[in-house]
């Protein structure tokens, strides 16, 4: 499997992962930084490494079903699995200028 079509696949996950909002914060959560990494094997099988802003998020159930769901819909993805960590803690430092700047803490 040639990078350029990792690359692509990535780019395409990432694409996904900017239309799931948090519902509480009004910035997608990639912008949010709790994506802290998207794994693609050589079959394309997806793993997504995410966080929540808080082991007590309101969505800890139905976030990460949402994220597999939705990158599964992706033609080329074979399976995705998101696993949650709470290692390291999520902080608004994590956050995107661009997401700072929409919440207003620039």
């Known amino acids: 499997m040639n990078s350029e079509r990792v690359q692509d ?3 395409k996950i990432v694409e ?10 009004p910035v997608d959560i990639f912008e949010l930084g709790l994506i802290y990494d998207v794994f693609v094997s050589e079959n ?10 808080s082991p007590n998020c309101p969505v800890a159930e139905t976030l990460p079903v949402e994220v597999e769901e939705k990158v599964k819909v992706l033609e080329e993805v074979k399976n995705c699995e998101v696993e949650i960590t709470f290692d390291p803690i999520w902080t608004q430092d994590m ?3 661009e997401a700072k700047l929409e919440l207003g803490f620039l």
Do not use: A, C, F, Q
Not at 16 to 25: G, M, N, Q, R, T
Not at 44 to 53: A, E, G, P, S, Y
């Open 9 to 11: 696949l990535g780019e």
């Open 16 to 25: 996904v992962l900017k239309s799931i909002y948090d519902p509480e914060i």
């Open 44 to 53: 394309n099988d997806v793993k997504i490494l995410m966080t929540l802003t």
């Open 95 to 97: 956050m995107s200028e």
